[in-house]
């Protein structure tokens, strides 16, 4: 298989007006989005999403998770496509880039190959998972974990949101329920650009990272029950403080982290408190652990003692325990010749290059389970993400997208 010339480059300047005029629907209070999945800002996205893919000569598919499939015909109709996908939704203050970036880097690659005249044996798919951010409605990567098999669609049609909207009755709501089955769509591969979402790439000066792995992860969502009662009279010693047994939990999973460094981590990024009011020692507590490492052996030894000693802790206050594991994946190894043609790409354009692994989720993770996978990533300044001050250059966003279309070329395999 010949790769593509190094003179193949994708139009830079059209890649970052099309990430400026998306990050201006759902805007952010402080620079950023708050386009979260299936609110109107998430249908208004998909369908400024679809009018460019119409325009680019792409026929749509839509799953029943509300997932888009943007198809590129090949020439040879029997070929299964190469995939190139991302998200469209972000956190509640998220940045312009963080899996938008992804997808409409897919979308130029396309729109590249237009100008350049470029056929394919494979057909080419540009993908909007519907769900990745896990923001709203938990777990992450939702509808990419029902295409690979390992969530199942009625238990994520039933995640509801914090004001008890469900999953389901919102996809219907914002008209994106689609009609194809979940998961009958074959691969033949999946690649997917994402920003580091960590300072390695900026730190060590290079624009390309070559991702090979990707963390492991479990989110333990725990739900703690003590005594609602007042602040200032009740005694310490007949006190059942749930906010106390939380406190200790958070520096105990600090500490079981630390323990297993180098490359692990863990630690809490949501909490609510009920009544949450400034005189009342709480009745029950709710938050989620995230512990993450590539080795699958240290994440499980991990979860396993942070539960063993929050139950500890929650004894000796008085206060009940009671753990569910939210959200999960394990380590993933990334396909060695997608890899190797991602990395053959940045040196052939001569761009600065690293292997990085994964410190985030993404629905690479899920595509690996049923086709040859791999990931690119750009650096973002200062390692910032999920945050509305998140920023990339568009050279950083130019170059990764030039090594996207040379790997992806190279896997659909030009014609002619």
Known sequence: MTAPGENLKINGDRLWDSLMEMAKIGPGVAGGNNRQTLTDSDKEGRELFKRWCDEAGLTMGVDQMGTMFMTRAGTDPSALPVYIGSHLDTQPTGGKYDGVLGVLAGLEVVRSMNDLGIQTKHPIVVTNWTNEEGARFAPAMLASGVFAGVISQDHAYGRKDQDGKSFGDELKRIGWLGDEEVGARKMHAYFEYHIEQGPILEAEEKQIGVVTHCQGLWWLEFTLTGREAHT?????????????????????????????????????????????????????????????????????????????????????????????????????????????????????????????????????????????????????VGGLSHNEAEEISPEWAAAGADVLLHAVLETAEIVG
């Not at 982290?257 to 981590?265: I, N, R, T, Y």
């Not at 512990?291 to 500890?312: C, F, Q, S, V, Y």
Request: neutral net charge.
């Open 232 to 380: 200032g009279s009740t005694p310490m010693n007949m006190r059942v403080n749930a906010g106390l047994a939380m406190a200790r939990i958070f520096e105990m999973v600090q500490d079981v982290a630390m323990g297993e460094q180098p490359g692990a981590v863990g630690g809490v990024g949501q909490v609510k408190f009920s009544p949450n009011s400034r005189n009342v020692l709480p009745s029950t507590v709710i938050f989620t652990v995230d512990i993450r490492t590539p080795d699958l052996a240290k994440l499980n030894r991990m979860r396993g003692e942070i539960e063993k000693r929050a139950a500890a802790i929650c004894d000796e206050i008085g206060v009940k325990c009671a753990v569910e594991a939210i959200g999960h994946f394990d380590p993933v190894t990334f396909d060695p010749t997608l890899v190797g043609r991602v990395r053959a790409a940045a040196e052939r354009l001569g761009y600065s290059h690293m292997n990085v692994i994964s410190g985030a989720g993404h629905d690479a993770c899920w595509a690996a389970k049923v086709a040859p996978s791999t990931m690119i990533m750009c650096p973002c």
